[in-house]
């Protein structure tokens, strides 16, 4: 038979990292509460759990790096909130923030959790960040509890 290994849904004793934009703070703030929830239901304790505030979405990945690269996470979720406008502006910022969160991981060894909503409108972040279609930050949470304890199996 196969050794198979899985990640299970068990907080505690991991240690937390979490980077949130302060852009569109209104809804960051729904997705952090999100990922704290999940965090605590599943037997983490908030004080492992280290928040970094970033003034956007573009600031992320140097944060979350500097935070992976400090040996004190077993995962860092990365959570914000980034709206289509009227210019090229969101493929970019998407485009970064995507590749910088992806890298890290590779680099690091560590988790690095991309809890990032991208929309074409508020309405459609609302619905993502805590209303009708869930929360991308307590979905965040849950893959970095999983992924955090699959690392320590692997």
Not at 32 to 45: C, T
Not at 61 to 82: E, F, G, R, T, W
Request: aromatic share 6%; hydrophobic share 45%; charged share 20%.
């Amino acid at each position: 038979m196969a050794n198979i290994f899985e990640g299970k849904l068990i907080a505690s004793g991991l240690k937390f990292g979490v980077v949130v934009s302060r852009f569109n703070e209104f809804m960051t703030n729904r997705l952090l509460e999100g990922a704290m929830d999940v965090i605590i239901r599943h037997g983490g304790n908030s004080d492992d759990v280290d928040v970094v505030w970033v003034p956007g979405g573009m600031e992320i990945p140097v944060a979350a790096k500097k935070i992976a690269s400090s040996n004190k996470y077993d995962a860092i979720i990365c959570l914000a909130v980034v709206i289509r406008g009227g210019t090229p502006h969101f493929e970019h910022v998407c485009n970064s923030l995507t590749r910088g969160i992806g890298t890290i991981s590779l680099e690091t060894g560590v988790p690095v959790i991309y809890g990032v909503i991208t929309a074409d409108s508020i309405d459609q972040a609302i619905e993502r960040a805590g209303t009708k279609a869930g929360n991308k930050g307590a979905d965040a949470a849950s893959t970095a509890i999983e992924m955090a304890n699959l690392m320590k199996q692997i």
